[in-house]
């Protein structure tokens, strides 16, 4: 099947970014939310962000207003009827995917694609959800994704080579870089990268340094362009909290156990930029440490 029409379910941050860089390239796309209010906030932050490329030389205003009109805003599942491939995007919580993927094999055509954007979720247990795992796999593309490169194909154990090679076929027509992933919990990028902000956020817990001091040495000390904690509040604290979790369960390792401290954040609903407040408070001009 030659895919041309896109569905994205989810307009937050990843949501909005993959319906950006499908649109750029081409591509119709019908992205659906629950809240008219969200899908208002995505269009914006899309708008915005299109026209940071344009200020930049990276894309013409004939560029930007061509994907802005290939992007249909949605509240209705209905419409996903003649897309040739669904991305799911929502909040990382298996019991929300999974419903997610219920209701939107009702609305499918029988030989759409599905896909999951998951940073670390079983791609075979999602698959196993719904009315196709043969046809079913996984895109994790990185946050902010219209900057970064990489995007993780993973297949799960039904996924059909036909599918995988449309995958690869479909992301390399995005411009961007294919890193291949087996089904293993977090896959490679947060496989290696959370364990080490859980690893920053012990160091804080343990009084090793606090959040600057931190920041700073991995910053200057290791060459990183953002400190591990101003990373996680980038990503969002609970996010990261999941992606652990994932982990410890799926490898019964305990050097995955969730730091306390990150645990306390999320349940005080410190989720970092997101939410104001993180390892950092964002209410004022500067992001001040919160500890």
């Known amino acids: 099947m030659d895919v041309k029409r896109i569905g994205i379910v989810g307009s937050g941050q990843m949501g909005n970014g993959i319906a950006h860089v ?3 390239a081409g591509f119709p796309v019908i992205l659906n939310d629950i809240s008219q209010d969200q899908l208002d906030k995505a269009m914006k932050t899309i708008e915005r962000n299109l026209q940071r490329q344009v200020s930049r ?6 560029d930007m207003s061509a994907a802005l009109s290939r992007i249909e805003p949605t509240l ?3 419409a996903f009827a ?3 491939l669904a991305i799911e995007a929502a909040t990382e919580n298996e019991e929300i995917k999974t419903s997610i993927f219920q209701e939107l094999c009702t609305q499918l055509k029988p030989d759409a694609l ?3 954007n998951t940073s670390s979720i079983s791609i075979t247990r999602l698959a196993s959800s719904t009315d196709r795992p043969e046809s079913f796999i996984g895109l994790h593309f990185m946050n902010p994704v219209p900057a970064m490169k990489l995007v993780e194909v993973i297949r799960g154990i039904a996924t059909s080579e036909g599918t995988f090679k449309q995958g690869v076929d479909i992301i390399s027509q995005l411009d961007k870089t294919i890193a291949v992933a087996e089904d293993f919990p977090a896959f490679i990028v947060n496989r290696v990268l959370v364990p080490m902000i859980n690893e920053a956020v012990y160091t804080l817990y343990e009084g090793v340094g606090n959040v600057a001091a931190i920041d700073k040495a991995m910053k200057l000390g ?3 362009p953002m400190g591990p904690l101003e990373l996680a509040d980038f990503i969002g604290l609970d996010t990261c909290l999941s992606i652990m979790q994932v982990l410890n369960e799926g490898l019964a390792d305990t050097k995955y156990r969730p730091c306390p401290l990150l645990v306390k954040y999320v349940e005080a609903g410190w989720l970092g930029k997101k939410s104001g407040r993180g390892f950092y408070d964002y209410s004022g001009d500067v992001p001040e ?3």
């Not at 030389?57 to 004939?62: G, L, N, P, R, V």
Request: overall charge negative.
């Open 22 to 24: 499908f649109a750029l």
């Open 57 to 62: 030389d990276k894309i013409s205003d004939a």
């Open 76 to 78: 209705d599942k209905g």
């Open 82 to 84: 003649d897309v040739d």
């Open 114 to 116: 599905l896909a999951t």
């Open 222 to 224: 290791a060459n990183h």
């Open 289 to 291: 440490p919160t500890r």
